[in-house]
């Protein structure tokens, strides 16, 4: 247990202290060289702090601290009462309107509130001269204005000059494409750290589980490396396809490029195993196509073929391996509609007209043939359907209600023994994260602890025996019957104990340091239960604990701080990602059509065109 020092005074009477001295030094935190123009910290007066240390009797850290403290409470301070000057004051701003390649307009004022955001000047500007607001970019003291700070917090004052800039609409769509270029790049990092945890973790938490599958729906066991990679490009992939279901397709096509990577970082072989590259794929091209981005034409080609190779080696030449898989074919040639649609628009754009033509009238042809009726749909959704359920069935079952809704009973059926087999499964590998690792690393076999319980033996006793035979039931009955002493080891033996990767990263995941974790597993032998136990206890190993090498209570404190900070970023990370991720394995195949329809019919009015000008 830490001992605060006597000289240790309270926090009120310390900044007291330390502010009574900064007055008779004369020294203005809030002012250059302590603090820079913008209000952040600048120069770091280790002179002062090394001084009121030695009159005060307190460490360093902890003056530099209280110092930090004081600043930033006058910054904000002086901050708040120019805000409550400058509020309510009008004044007013000198406005010319130019255009990049044409004439400037006459200076116009404009009466704002110095509180006002950018925006909204931008709206009064936009209204006076009868222009949209997205073609503006506003400059002052040769600065662009930002929309999302005040103008007082820009500078600006009576009589300040302000120059409009009017983009063409070229310009503004330009801009405004960069601006969201920008937006998703920065939470392209939020994503892939939230990614990433849910790789790590996935397969010890039944709450976020992406169970990766070959297309009979067998498990694929994978390296602990290549697994991340696989598990890390799906979720990043179906956090791209909630984009472009929300036609964000900007930073649709950011996540998606990421998860391109992702994937890339995998073998071939284990790529050919899951149809989730080839629909990767699929979906950057159909973003190449929204935003029109004719630029990466050669690319869009080429990941085309690719989904073409990969979806005959997946579903057959003549679809009979997905006939064998399926049972049908109804519902994966929505993908196929996509993908003779692109390969049609993207043959149009290198001048290969009638290809495009041939590849339109196939997309078309299959669209058509996966028409749902409506009257049919609501029939299927009465009993209880989801719409997008019911459009698959129908269209895998040529439009019959009862087959439909009988192959959906039956696959709901199937989802509920499913579910109760992933019950057991998480219940299993809880109890196997409980026990901790046997003397070799391996997992102990709940299987056996099972066994031993049903002879009467206790839980602890077995476990214990156990993990010290490595899972030999008839070491372990030796153990238990003729030597009990020796199920609990002394602490003598706890710098032989092995700790794995995987313990040392959960326990440290939690916030706990690495040593004290370490120690901590070691103690235990593995059994994280009694580790976290002990850790929430308030237990320090005898060499963290001393007194010499112990932190100072601010350090302990600190550290638990940032701990928390980096749980709460964690948790918010994959909490933010998790909505995103579908539960629906058959959710990517929940294609209305729709815009698919459109553009073959906007696609077949430019290719009839083209083909009756070259005749």
Request: hydrophobic residues 40%.
């Amino acid at each position: 247990m830490l001992m605060r020092s006597q000289s240790k005074m309270s926090e009120d009477d310390l900044s007291f202290r330390v502010r009574s001295k900064l007055l008779a030094d004369k020294v203005r935190l809030w002012l250059p060289p302590y603090t820079t123009e913008d209000g952040k910290k600048g120069q770091d007066p280790s002179d002062l702090q090394e001084r009121y240390s030695k009159e005060l009797e307190q460490p360093v850290e902890v003056i530099s601290r209280v110092m930090e403290d004081l600043r930033v409470h006058a910054v904000n301070k002086l901050a708040a009462r120019k805000l409550e000057e400058s509020r309510g004051q009008s004044v007013s701003l000198s406005v010319r309107l130019t255009e990049n390649r044409g004439e400037n307009s006459d200076a116009v004022a404009v009466e704002v509130q110095l509180e006002d955001l950018t925006s909204s000047l931008r709206e009064r500007i936009a209204g006076l001269f009868q222009v949209s607001s997205d073609r503006l970019k506003l400059i002052s003291m040769a600065k662009m204005l930002d929309d999302k700070l005040s103008l007082a917090a820009q500078g600006l004052k009576d009589g300040a000059q302000v120059l409009a800039i009017l983009l063409s609409p070229e310009e503004a769509e330009m801009a405004r494409r960069q601006e969201q270029q920008k937006k998703a790049e920065g939470s392209l990092a939020k994503t892939r750290h939230a990614a990433e945890l849910l790789a790590r973790r996935e397969q010890d938490d039944g709450r976020y589980r992406l169970v990766i599958t070959d297309q009979m729906g067998r498990n694929i066991p994978l390296p602990p490396l290549e697994r991340k990679s696989l598990v890390t490009a799906m979720a990043l992939h179906e956090k791209g396809r909630a984009l472009v279901k929300r036609n964000n397709f900007v930073e649709a096509l950011v996540i998606l490029t990421e998860a391109d990577e992702q994937f890339k970082q995998c073998r071939t072989d284990i790529l050919q195993a899951v149809d989730n590259y080839a629909i990767l794929c699929l979906d950057i091209v159909w973003c190449y196509w929204s935003l029109k981005n004719l630029d990466c034409l050669p690319d869009a080609d080429a990941r085309l073929r690719t989904c073409q190779i990969s979806f005959e080696r997946s579903h057959g030449s003549n679809m009979e391996r997905l006939m064998l898989l399926r049972g049908s074919t109804g519902m994966e040639l929505v993908l196929y509609v996509r993908l003779y649609l692109l390969q049609a628009v993207t043959a149009y754009h290198q001048q290969r007209t009638d290809v495009a033509r041939a590849l339109l009238a196939k997309a078309e042809s299959v669209a058509r043939r996966l028409h749902v009726d409506e009257e049919k749909l609501a029939e299927v959704v009465a009993v209880g359907f989801s719409v997008g359920e019911g459009r698959l069935a129908l269209r895998a079952h040529d439009g019959n209600v009862a087959v439909a809704v009988a192959y959906l009973m039956e696959k709901r059926e199937e989802k509920k023994k499913l579910l109760e087999i992933e019950k057991k499964a998480d219940k299993k590998r809880a109890r196997e994260k409980s026990y901790g690792l046997t003397a070799d690393s391996s997992k102990v076999n709940v299987e056996i602890v099972d066994l031993l319980l049903g002879m009467g033996y206790p839980e602890n006793s077995s476990v214990e025996a156990l993990k010290q035979a490595n899972n030999d039931i008839n070491l372990a009955l030796q153990v238990i019957q003729e030597q009990p002493h020796l199920l609990e080891i002394p602490d003598s033996q706890d710098e032989d104990y092995q700790v794995s990767d995987e313990l040392l990263a959960e326990i440290t995941s939690m916030g706990f340091d690495t040593p004290t974790a370490m120690a901590a597993l070691k103690h235990h032998h593995g059994n994280v239960q009694k580790c976290l136990d002990d850790l929430l206890a308030g237990w320090l190993p005898p060499a963290v604990a001393s007194p010499s090498e112990s932190a100072s209570e601010s350090d302990v404190e600190e550290r638990s701080a940032s701990a928390d900070r980096r749980r709460d970023e964690d948790r918010e990370a994959v909490a933010s990602l998790v909505p995103d991720l579908q539960h629906d394995e058959d959710d990517y195949l929940h294609l209305t059509l729709d815009e698919e329809m459109a553009a073959i019919r906007e696609y077949r009015v430019l290719i009839d065109s083209a083909l009756g000008q070259v005749s």
